[in-house]
């Protein structure tokens, strides 16, 4: 008997999924539509593995790229900042304070964000490594040097990210792959 509540319970829940998929497409047309009536979608379109729905997502959510002074701020607010942190920065010796000679020690990426900025910029990371191109030439540098791909995929949002900003907040400025193909070579 509980095989047939089990499967009226999913059977309910299908249609409630039946039911949203218009609705979901519905609003991401609403979405993409009311973020065309800013005048910088599309020059953040521009950008590679940013397609109409994370532009809109970006700008929705951002709203002014002015509230971050650099690029640092903005990978903190999106997730993609590192954390350091030192228990005992300073210690007491013969009743001076003295600075203490002990490394930083990094503690990850920074838990207090915005999690769906921060999934729009790892899957174009993600999108930008599996697809050939430029940003794809200096992720497999990049791995080639030695670097991890988690940490390449991550260093790769954050250089999204960076470009992204910069693009937002000068009027003037349009992406151009070439500043990137002469990195990755």
């Given at each position: 008997m509980p095989a047939r509540g089990a499967r009226q319970r999913a059977e309910r829940l299908y249609e409630q999924l039946d039911f949203l998929q218009p609705l979901r497409r519905q609003a991401r047309q609403e979405l993409v539509a009311e973020s065309r009536?800013?005048?910088?979608?599309?020059?953040?379109?521009?950008?590679?593995?940013?397609?109409?729905?994370?532009?809109?997502?970006?700008?929705?959510?951002?709203q002014t790229p002015f509230r971050f002074r650099n690029k640092r701020q903005f990978w903190s607010y999106l997730g993609l900042g590192i954390e350091s942190r030192i228990?005992?920065?300073?210690?007491?010796?013969?009743?001076?304070?003295?600075?203490?000679?002990?490394?930083?020690?990094?503690?990850?990426l920074n838990r207090n964000h915005n999690p769906e900025l921060k999934r729009v910029f790892k899957s174009a990371a993600t999108d930008a490594s599996a697809r050939p191109g430029p940003w794809r030439d200096w992720f497999t540098s990049k791995v080639q040097q030695g670097m991890r791909p988690p940490m390449a995929r991550l260093t790769l949002a954050r250089k999204l990210a960076a470009v992204t900003l910069a693009i937002w907040k000068n009027e003037g400025r349009r992406y151009n792959d070439d500043r990137l193909k002469s990195q990755a070579a």
């Open positions: 009536k800013h005048s910088v979608t599309a020059r953040l379109r521009e950008i590679p593995f940013l397609g109409p729905v994370r532009v809109a997502v970006l700008i929705s959510i951002v228990s005992g920065e300073y210690e007491l010796v013969g009743g001076r304070v003295r600075r203490t000679k002990r490394q930083v020690a990094l503690r990850g």
